[in-house]
């Protein structure tokens, strides 16, 4: 049965309820009357008869018995017109949702300003679409971009092995083959701890472990291991860092992480000089690496944090595209904040976390 159905007879079967229980109190009441005049008039002498309060109860019953008919059929046609007034928002909400079966999820409630129930619900519903649909978008994207990025290294591996395995090489054939097998298998592993890091941040499940950190110390190690990376192919690129002993609490190999991907990031853009500070207030520990390159064309700030999002169209490079993605969810599961500026010529990426001491309280 369908709601407008169902509608229309609870409207009716309410109208039958309460045009029979109106007779039934009618008819007490009479009744009761009648049965308090005859006992206060019992062992009087008989009055001329008169029309008995049961015949006029009578009547009573049989003008409802007629009436009543006529106001159930009433009811019924006026709660079907009140229901199919009352329902016009959900089929025409039915009829969207069928429209937009074909389309990505687009789909939007109507909305009648009315301040109803209806109202509430439609609003309600329509945030969470838009949610959805958000959702479906950066998921239908980051799959097709983990699907590209993926087959590049995969591609370069396969490739170099058949051409290794068609005929017998020198050595330095194989040495050279195997190198690039490596530097591929390296950047396939790479991004796939990246993937992982992200799937555990989307979950809610990455372990940070609550143990005292200095950022100072942390900075000075990721510097270290960017050295290498300096020296080959050389590049005349000064390195700075400034500020002093800055302890929060978390996951010191996840935050140096975040440390060598901003690092990363700042060599790969740098042109003369790469700075990091590390400083700390009572409240708040403040990590900025700042490099003087050319900085992010505004048109691409919105995308600068998603994932496998490039200024570069074509897509090539050295990093995957994940590197600021993961920074920004590192930070954030350990309660803190990560974001871009330019200034005095500089970008600077800043991330900031609570101190030992504020994470304590």
């Not at 009433?74 to 039915?94: D, H, I, K, M, N």
């Not at 054939?173 to 799937?199: K, T």
Request: proline fraction near 4%.
């Amino acid at each position: 049965m369908t709601l407008r159905a169902r509608l229309t007879l609870s409207i009716a079967a309410a109208v039958l309820g309460s045009s029979l229980l109106y007779g039934a109190l009618i008819t007490g009441v009479l009744v009761a009357n009648e049965w308090r005049e005859r006992q206060a008039h019992r062992g009087m002498p008989r009055q001329a008869p008169e029309e008995s309060l049961f015949g006029e109860a009578a009547q009573a019953l049989a003008a409802m018995a007629l009436a009543t008919p006529v106001a159930v059929l009433g009811a019924v046609a006026l709660g079907r017109a009140l229901a199919r007034q009352a329902l016009t928002p959900l089929r025409e909400a039915s009829s969207r949702a069928r429209a937009a079966r074909a389309s990505a999820l687009d789909l939007r409630l109507p909305v009648r300003d009315t301040g109803d129930e209806w109202d509430e619900l439609a609003t309600t519903l329509n945030a969470l679409l838009e949610d959805t649909r958000g959702a479906f978008t950066r998921m239908r994207s980051f799959t097709s971009d983990a699907a590209h990025e993926l087959r590049t290294p995969l591609t370069v591996i396969l490739g170099e092995s058949e051409v290794s395995l068609r005929r017998e090489r020198t050595p330095e054939e194989y040495r050279r083959s195997l190198e690039i097998v490596h530097d591929e298998s390296r950047r396939l592993s790479r991004l796939v701890d990246e993937l992982l890091q992200l799937a555990r941040a989307d979950a809610g499940a990455l372990a940070v472990e609550g143990e005292p950190v200095d950022l100072y110390l942390l900075a000075q190690m990721a510097l270290r291991r960017m050295e290498q990376p300096l020296a080959n192919p050389p590049r005349s690129l000064s390195v700075e860092l400034s500020g002093g002993s800055t302890l929060v609490r978390g996951n010191p190999v996840l935050l140096g992480d975040v440390l060598d991907n901003l690092l990363s990031n700042a060599r790969r853009h740098a042109r003369h000089h790469l700075r990091v500070d590390v400083r700390a207030t009572a409240s708040e520990a403040r990590v900025t690496v700042r490099d003087d390159g050319a900085g992010v064309d505004p048109a691409f700030l919105p995308r600068l944090f998603q994932r496998f999002a490039r200024a570069d169209p074509s897509r090539q490079g050295e990093g995957t595209g994940l590197g600021l993605a993961l920074s920004r969810a590192l930070i954030e599961a350990h309660g803190g904040t990560l974001d871009y500026a330019r200034g005095d010529d500089e970008s600077c990426f800043t991330f900031r976390l609570p101190t030992l001491s504020a994470a304590s309280g």
